[in-house]
């Protein structure tokens, strides 16, 4: 059992494979993804995941964007780091080089679960400066009660225990198929067979595992929490009930500690949910920008005219795919003043429909768009 995924044996299948290339970039050797036209949107995935978690979303964003996508380091076909830099900070850094040697800054990036905590410590560093930022199911916040007395010790003892070498041992366990969709599940996550298998394969390889185990062992969150009231790119979290993971409450208690975030809190997904419905979390991301944008021509946007049913407070909805809508209708009376202040109060019920589709949308540089305060709870959009 090799230490490393092969790319020729391994990656033959890979999920966008002909969009593939590998870079080196502070001192390790990267597998990254590129794809698409448009300004720059980096998308980092979660711990213990490669690319293939953005297989189905990352075609669909790439019509508007131009995607940049890496294997974490040690993550995929990514080299693994020393032990020492698989910190938050130092995952970080390790970005921030590639991000660098690619030339390639983004406008806005994209995260889940650990992915989006190294975007967020990237962007407090001035590694990075995108407009927006969209945590899906994020990690930002330490564990509390007993996951967190447990989980990170569990992890560091597994790490450096050489007596019963802890990556081999998982990844004999995953040659079981039934086990990696136990595990999958215990997150809330229900992928169809091919989504299983590039876990399966990721998991039976302890060199994935071994990095797995070495970003939980080395993972500080509690300093990422402290400087969260310094993030200052707008930030959009979502968060679904389903997720077993990472709770519902984390994105509130984030929220509260970024000035002029906005919550998407959804009744249905796992923590897998841009795996499990790719073409929702495309229409949450693109509504998300394009409300953004429209934040910078207009002082209270509502991003969809009310219509039918979905809780929901604020104005986050579902943008169709490869089109663009009309900028929304100037705010109703008592809208104005301070942004966001009577346009969404915490509880106000709020009924929204998609758009009709639109024109196709013509590819054009993205303006700094003004931040909005908004919260949504609901169900996402319902598809046409």
Known sequence: MSDRLDWDKDGADWPNRATSRFVTAGELRWHVQIMGDGPVLLLLHGAGSSTHSWRDLAPLLARRFTIVAPDLPGHGFTQAPRARDMSTDGMAKAVSSLVAALDMNPAYAAGHSAGAAILCRMRVERAIEPRLLFSLNGALLPFDGFAGRVFSPLAKM?????????????AWLASERSSVERTLRNVG?????????FYARLFRNPGHVGATLGMMAHWDLKSLRRDLPRLDSHLVLVATEDDRAIPVRDAHAAAGLVPGSRKIILRRGGHLL????PEEAFDLIVA?????EAGSASPAPSVFPPAPPARHVGGVGKAARGQKKPHPAPPQAGQGGAQGEDQAKAGQEVQQEAPAAGPP???????LAR?????????APARK
């Open 158 to 170: 597994m790490f450096k225990n050489t007596l019963i070498p802890a990556p081999r041992l998982f």
């Open 189 to 197: 996550a229900h992928l169809d067979r091919r989504g299983v298998e």
């Open 274 to 277: 841009h795996e499990e419905r």
């Open 288 to 292: 998300a920008i394009e409300q953004d």
């Open 361 to 367: 949308v013509q590819k054009k540089k993205h303006r």
């Open 371 to 379: 931040h909005q305060d908004q919260d949504q709870i609901g169900d």
